[in-house]
């Protein structure tokens, strides 16, 4: 049974920052890329962060270049999203992903699983 465990979300005030772990068990981590997403209340699921299986390529959202950083740690098939100058409309549910191949990094449906997701509130 796969699962992907997020947590590190929060209540925090525009300029701080955050960093966000997901755990995945019952895959073969090192051999899926993860992903970042985040979704507000009548949005669809928007694209934030990914990072290739082998942690050499990742590729972002432009709201997000600059201030977020992805990464994993494949030892411990943790990935990471570090999140630095958050903004109010950096406020969602973030999930993350994972799929088993690297060619749609950004297309949520391209995504094998899903992790139940996490509160970031970014207050102005």
């Known amino acids: 049974q796969v699962q992907l465990v997020e947590s590190g979300g929060g209540l925090v005030q525009a300029g701080d920052s955050l960093r966000l772990s997901c755990v995945a068990s019952g895959l073969p981590f090192s051999r899926y890329s993860m992903g970042w997403f985040r979704q507000t209340p009548g949005k669809e699921r928007e694209f934030v962060a990914f990072i290739k299986w082998s942690g050499v390529s990742t590729d972002y959202a432009d709201s997000v270049k600059g201030r977020f950083t992805i990464s994993r740690d494949n030892a411990k098939n943790t990935v990471y999203l570090q999140m630095n100058s958050l903004k109010p409309e950096d406020t969602a549910v973030y999930y993350c992903?994972?799929?088993?191949?690297?060619?749609?990094?950004?297309?949520?449906?391209?995504?094998?699983?899903w992790g139940q997701g996490t509160q970031i509130t970014v207050s102005s």
């Open positions: 992903a994972a799929q088993g191949s690297s060619y749609y990094p950004d297309h949520a449906p391209a995504y094998d699983y």
